[in-house]
Structure formats: C-alpha cells, structure tokens
C-alpha cells in the first residue's frame, strides 16, 4: 500500500476523500436477484413487447400511477412539486417501441421525471425502443436515436447505483428473442452496466431454446472454453458458468499450471496448460474436450478472455511490447475461430455456439500509455462485427464485452492517483468487479440470446470521460 492509499483509509483520510467529493460509493446489488419495489412498466402507444417478454419472466409489471399534475398542490411557498410514484419503484421500463414522433417523447420525459429521485437503491430504468432499421421514415429514425440520448443522460443523473440501459429491438423480435436481455437487466446481473444501448433481433433460425432449458441454469450439459482463467476475470467467468450449470475448460499458460488447477477443481471442470498465441492453440483445445469428454462433445461458448498490458508511450513503444500485446489480445483469437468453427473438427465448436471476446473501453477512447493495447481492443471490436456478419448464414452469435475499470491485479498495478481517477470517473463511481464482467459474458452466451449478436456490451459503470 502506498502512503496516499494507507492515508485513505483512516478516518481523517476519509473525511479528506469524501470533502473532495470522493464519498464512499453505493454497495451495487449484485447476482441473479431482481429489485425490491414493484416494476413499472409504461407501454407508450403501440408498444407491447415490453409486457409480453415480463410476462415470460414471470414477472407482473404494475402501471405507472403517477400522483399526476392535477392532483398535486404547491407546496407552501407555491412552488411546483414533482409527480411522485405512488410506490418507490424497483425498476422503472418504458416500451417505447411503437414511439415514432417527437412530441410522443413528452410520454418518456413524464414516466422518467418521477423516476429520477424515486428509485430504489441498485433501481433500474430500462427503455425499449424500435431499432432505426426497423422504423420508416426521417422523423422516427431520429426519434429512435433521441432515446438514446435521453437515456444515457437519465444514467449519468441517476444516484445510488441505479442505471439506465436502452434496448433496440430489431424488426420481427418476438418477446422469446427478447426474455433473456430484460431478465440480464432487471437483475443483479447487470450491476455494472449502465448508459449502454445495444441491439437485440430475432434468434437466427436453428437457434430457439429447447423445453429443456432452464433461465438460472442455462449452461446444463454445455462445455464453455475460457482462456486466461487462472485469475482475475478469466478465474470470475470460470466460476460464474459452473454456477449456471456449464461445464468449464480452463485454460492459461503454463507459468500459471498451479492457480489454473485450483480454479479447474473448484469449478468441477478440468485444466488445460496451454499458452494461446501457439499455432495449433485451437486443435490442442479442441484435442482436449474429446480426451476429456469424449469424441462427440463439442463446445458451446468459448470465451477469449486471455490478455497482456505492456504499457508505454508510443515514443518509447518497442517492436516487442507492440507485438506480444497484439499476438496475445488479437491475433490469437483471429487464427483460433475458423479452425473452431470447423464442422469437421472433433471437439471444435457446437452448430450454434457463442464466441465472446473482450475489449476494453481504451479500445474505444483510447488511452496514454496504451496505443498497443487500445489497437488491440479495437480489433476484438472490429474483429466480432466482421465474425457476426460473416456467420449470417449459421446459428453462431459472436459478441465482446468491452469493460471499463475492472478491480484486479492487472489495475492494481497502476500507480494510485491515476487508479483512483479511473476508479471514480463513472455514474456509479467505483470499479467493477470480475463478476460483473461475467456476467455479461454469461448473459452474451446463453442459449436464449440467439438474438443478440454481433454487439459490444461496455461494462465500465458508464464512463464519464472518453468516448
Ligand atoms: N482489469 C480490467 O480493468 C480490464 C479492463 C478491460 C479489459 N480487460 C481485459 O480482461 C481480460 C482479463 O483481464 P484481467 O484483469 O483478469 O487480467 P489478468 O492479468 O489478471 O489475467 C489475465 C490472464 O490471462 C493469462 N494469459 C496471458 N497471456 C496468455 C497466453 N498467451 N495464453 C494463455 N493465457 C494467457 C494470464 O496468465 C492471466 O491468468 C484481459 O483480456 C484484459 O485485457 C481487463
């Protein structure tokens, strides 16, 4: 601990810290947990898919009785006083699929004013909203892009971990393409995600969900590859899927044997020593699933976790930092798809599996010190939208995360005041954890989300700084 860190922690520390605007941040509502108070839910004119995929859940929405405008008085110095939600609500979700004119956003603006200071702790506020593909005309293809704006500003405004996210729904979505999104978002699995938007469509034909899948334990019987999971975030996402019934193959280089085993056995799943950047990387992981599993496994999700930071400024950038970081992040996961993706390779990936990479927001923003990295990232973007459309024809869904600053030892070796600035300069402010980069990983790769595809989720708390 540097002396700044250990000045932190005491009480005066404290007190210096939270003069400065640095006050302890909400404790986020983490897990397969949906919130305390009723959900909302407001159906704007020619909605509806929003109370047909609740219905799915399970969950029973309740109408938006605003203590409306009429029926408030002033308070004793005259002033106006905002509608209030008869009952603090838990989340708040605006169907505003069928919104197509700009004086219908007045609709949106009076279901989210209330919301502001009315949510619960961890609340969320979810809009649906038709994709612009998905809508005629210039006025409604503009009014599409306007929720977005609304609803990234909603986030940055709302307190005590609540977080605002917007779901475009693509033509022909039906509320089966849509369950496993609002479910992600309702619940504590989400924690970290907020002021995001991302596209869900319908589920590729091949890819709808068995009777025999089960929401809280959708992995059941699928093998899922996670790269890197000796620690840190690989060593989360590892635990996450055994917890949602996967059977996990982890793996790491080979420096890292002991940590990946006991990750390997607390998970139930089974170890593979292997370093990613090797030329036959794929054929030995696929080698390992039928030497473990047999000869007719095949693997449902594998997740590229794996990645290296060598950091310096592009002045003092060598050919060696350059490339490492590349080969490890990039190009690893470039050469290992198609050789997965090949029907005819045993132990390669199932017909319609999952490949999730991981980005960062430097990948979007850029950041001093990391041009390597940042272009790495940026390629697992461009990497995933060129894998998605390329795999149009195949149930496959190929998707990133893209997360923001994560608590692990990969941050931990940044020098304090810059890990502190980077640490608070989110609407939640505070670092992630591993967790909830896994579970938007788990989210992207479970069987129901066939409709989600070819997306970059940030999970970064929403970053005030940057892109
Ligand atoms: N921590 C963050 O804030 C953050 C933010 C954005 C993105 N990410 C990304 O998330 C991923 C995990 O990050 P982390 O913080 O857990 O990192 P970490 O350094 O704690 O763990 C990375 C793991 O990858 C393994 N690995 C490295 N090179 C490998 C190779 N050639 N073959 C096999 N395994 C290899 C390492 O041994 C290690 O176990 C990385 O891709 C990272 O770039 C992290």
Redesign the pocket.
């Known amino acids: 601990m540097s002396i700044l860190e250990n000045l932190y922690a005491t009480p005066i520390g404290k007190r210096i810290a939270a003069r400065a605007g640095l006050a302890e941040p909400p404790v986020l509502r983490r897990g397969r947990v949906l919130p305390l108070g009723p959900i909302v839910l407001a159906t704007l004119p020619g909605g509806g898919i929003g109370a047909e995929t609740l219905g799915l859940l399970g969950v029973s929405p309740v109408d938006p009785l605003l203590d409306l405008p009429e029926h408030r008085t002033p308070d004793d110095k005259g002033r106006d006083q905002p509608p209030r939600y008869e009952q603090r609500p838990g989340a708040v979700i605006i169907d505003a699929t069928g919104v197509r004119e700009i004086a219908q956003l007045e609709g949106v603006r009076q279901v989210l004013r209330p919301a502001m200071r009315g949510l619960e702790s961890s609340g969320r506020i979810i809009v649906l909203a038709s994709d612009a593909d998905a809508v005629d005309g210039v006025e409604a293809k503009a009014v599409a892009q306007a929720l977005d704006g609304i609803t990234r500003t909603v986030s940055k405004e709302l307190r005590a971990g609540a977080t605002a996210n917007l779901v475009f729904v693509r033509a022909e979505t039906a509320a089966t393409d849509l369950r496993s999104t609002l479910s992600f978002l309702l619940e504590g699995r989400s924690a970290f995600v907020a002021g995001q938007t991302w596209r869900v469509g319908p589920a590729k034909a091949g890819d709808a969900v068995g009777d025999d899948y089960v929401a809280h334990r959708p992995f059941e019987q699928r093998i899922v590859v996670v790269?890197?999971?000796?620690?840190?975030?690989?060593a989360e996402i590892a635990r996450t899927f055994a917890r949602d019934g996967a059977t996990v193959v982890a793996?790491?280089?080979p420096?890292?044997g002991d940590a990946l085993a006991k990750v390997a056995n607390e998970v139930r799943g089974s170890a593979l020593q292997?370093?990613?950047?090797a030329a036959d990387a794929a054929r030995r992981i696929a080698a390992h699933v039928v030497t473990v599993h047999g000869r007719d496994a095949k693997i449902w999700a594998i997740i590229h976790?794996?990645?290296?930071?060598r950091d310096k400024m592009l002045a003092n950038l060598d050919e060696g930092r350059w490339g490492s970081v590349l080969e490890?992040?990039l190009a690893?996961e470039l050469r290992m798809n198609p050789e997965l993706l090949d029907a005819g390779l045993p132990g390669g990936l199932a017909d319609n599996a999952r490949i999730v990479g991981?980005a960062?927001?430097?990948g979007w923003a850029g950041n001093k010190g990391q041009a390597n990295y940042a272009a790495s990232?940026a390629g697992v973007m461009g990497l995933t939208w060129a894998e998605s459309a390329e795999l149009a024809g195949r149930p496959v869904t190929a998707n990133a995360v893209?997360?923001?600053?994560?608590e692990?030892?990969?941050?931990a070796a940044i020098p304090f005041v810059q890990r502190e600035i980077f640490r608070r300069t989110n609407a939640l402010g505070q670092g992630g954890k591993?967790v909830d980069?896994a579970e938007t990983i788990a989210y992207l790769s479970d069987p129901a989300s066939g409709g989600v595809d070819g997306q970059v989720v940030r999970v970064c708390g929403h970053n005030l700084i940057g892109a």
């Open positions: 790269t890197g999971a000796a620690r840190g975030i690989g793996v790491d280089v420096a890292a292997l370093d990613i950047t976790n794996a990645g290296i930071t490890v992040n690893a991981i960062s927001t430097s990232k893209a997360p923001g600053f994560i692990t030892e990969m941050t591993p980069v």
